[in-house]
């Protein structure tokens, strides 16, 4: 019985080290665009990859990207005060929750039925949202080119 279990638990690990080796580089940009600070997108991720960890015998044909994706989303949303004041990047200028729905909808490609559902919201509010982030994000100006620099 030992034995059985012992090879169940290492094909467990096995499976999940497959799918974190294929995922964990798209799951990490997007909880770098959620945070704007690598170490505390590191926590964020790895605090979702453990939640998925957790569930993983009781997935039952769930996707476990989308899994991950949805733990990521969630832990932010209930952590949102720490991440008030991105240290930097390309969606600093938005409240967490405009990030949230930007990440979502934009990035990950969620549907947005979907991204209303997981973050409790009505599908036409997630809707403003999003396009209040696209303008804003438009009417940002672009920073200055830097300039060639000539090589001997």
Same mark, same amino acid.
């Given at each position: ?21 294929? +995922? /964990?580089? @798209? *799951? %990490?940009? &997007? !909880?770098?665009?959620? =945070?704007?600070?690598?170490? +505390? /997108?590191? @926590? *964020? %991720?790895? &605090? !979702?990859?453990?939640? =998925? ?100």
């Amino acid at each position: 019985m030992r034995e059985r279990r012992a090879a169940l638990d290492r094909r467990r690990a096995r499976e999940f080290e497959a799918f974190v080796a294929g +995922a /964990a580089g @798209r *799951l %990490l940009h &997007a !909880a770098t665009l959620l =945070t704007g600070d690598p170490e +505390a /997108a590191e @926590r *964020l %991720l790895t &605090a !979702a990859l453990a939640r =998925t960890y957790a569930a993983w015998d009781g997935l039952h044909g769930e996707d476990p990207y989308e899994r991950t994706r949805q733990e990521l989303a969630t832990h932010f949303a209930r952590t949102t005060w720490r991440h008030r004041r991105p240290r930097g990047g390309v969606l600093d200028r938005l409240t967490p929750q405009e990030r949230l729905v930007l990440v979502l909808r934009l990035y990950e490609g969620v549907a947005e039925e979907q991204a209303a559902a997981q973050l409790g919201l009505p599908a036409d509010r997630v809707r403003a949202i999003c396009l209040r982030s696209v303008a804003a994000m438009r009417s940002r100006p672009v920073p200055p080119s830097r300039p060639e620099v000539a090589t001997p």
